[in-house]
C-alpha cells in the first residue's frame, strides 16, 4: 500500500510546468494553485527560469513586490504588445490633464462669478454647460450682459461699448 504524506496542492508554477512542487519551491510563496493565469502569462512574457533567476537575487521581503509587479506588467504586455503598462499610464496621464483643464475652467467660471454681484441678473459664464443652463434662466437671452470692471459694476443701459466710457 503506497500512501502519500504531501497533502498541499502544487503551486500555479508547478502545476504549469508540469513538475513536482517541492518544499523549498521558489515559485510557491508567489503563484497560489487558485491563480493559475497569474504565473501563466508571467511566464509566457518573462520565462520561468528568468523569474527564477530574479527571485532568487532579490531579498525575501521584497520578493512578493516583485511578483505582483511582474504579473501585473505580463498581463498589461498581452494587453498591449507594444507599450505594456507605460500605455495605461500615458492614457491616465492624458485623461488628469484634461480633467485639470476642465477644473481650470470651472474654476475660472467660478471666480468670475464670485467676483460679479450676486444680485445682478446676467452673471459671467464662459463654460459651454453654464451657459446653457445661463440661457434657460435668462428667457432664452444667448449672450447676457454683465458687469465690466470698467463700468464699476453698474449695468448702464446707455454704455454700448466695453470701456463703459461715451
Same mark, same amino acid.
Request: aromatic share 10%; with cysteine.
Given at each position: 500500500m503506497?500512501?502519500?504524506?504531501?497533502?498541499?496542492p502544487?503551486c500555479? %508554477?508547478?502545476k504549469? +510546468?508540469r !513538475?513536482?512542487c *517541492?518544499p523549498?519551491c521558489?515559485?510557491?510563496?508567489?503563484f497560489?494553485?487558485e491563480?493559475?493565469?497569474k504565473f501563466?502569462?508571467?511566464?509566457?512574457?518573462?520565462?520561468?527560469?528568468?523569474?527564477?533567476k530574479?527571485?532568487n537575487e532579490?531579498?525575501?521581503h521584497?520578493?512578493e513586490d516583485?511578483?505582483?509587479s511582474?504579473a501585473y506588467?505580463a498581463?498589461a504586455?498581452?494587453?498591449d504588445?507594444?507599450?505594456?503598462?507605460?500605455g %495605461?499610464i500615458?492614457? +491616465?496621464? !492624458?485623461q488628469? *490633464?484634461h480633467?485639470q483643464k476642465?477644473l481650470?475652467?470651472?474654476?475660472?467660471?467660478l471666480m468670475l462669478y464670485?467676483?460679479n454681484d450676486?444680485?445682478?441678473?446676467?452673471?459671467?459664464?464662459?463654460n459651454?454647460?453654464?451657459?446653457?443652463i445661463?440661457?434657460?434662466?435668462?428667457?432664452?437671452?444667448s449672450?447676457?450682459?454683465?458687469a465690466s470692471?470698467w463700468n464699476?459694476?453698474?449695468?448702464?443701459?446707455?454704455?454700448?461699448?466695453?470701456?463703459?466710457?461715451?
Amino acid at each position: 500500500m503506497a500512501s502519500s504524506s504531501y497533502s498541499n496542492p502544487p503551486c500555479a %508554477a508547478c502545476k504549469f +510546468l508540469r !513538475r513536482k512542487c *517541492l518544499p523549498s519551491c521558489t515559485f510557491a510563496p508567489y503563484f497560489p494553485p487558485e491563480e493559475p493565469t497569474k504565473f501563466a502569462n508571467v511566464h509566457k512574457i518573462f520565462g520561468a527560469s528568468n523569474v527564477s533567476k530574479l527571485l532568487n537575487e532579490i531579498p525575501p521581503h521584497q520578493r512578493e513586490d516583485a511578483v505582483n509587479s511582474l504579473a501585473y506588467e505580463a498581463e498589461a504586455r498581452l494587453k498591449d504588445p507594444v507599450y505594456g503598462c507605460v500605455g %495605461a499610464i500615458s492614457v +491616465l496621464q !492624458r485623461q488628469v *490633464l484634461h480633467l485639470q483643464k476642465e477644473l481650470d475652467a470651472t474654476n475660472a467660471d467660478l471666480m468670475l462669478y464670485a467676483s460679479n454681484d450676486v444680485s445682478h441678473s446676467y452673471p459671467v459664464l464662459s463654460n459651454p454647460t453654464f451657459t446653457r443652463i445661463n440661457t434657460q434662466y435668462n428667457g432664452g437671452e444667448s449672450n447676457p450682459r454683465y458687469a465690466s470692471p470698467w463700468n464699476n459694476g453698474s449695468l448702464d443701459e446707455n454704455s454700448n461699448n466695453a470701456n463703459g466710457s461715451m
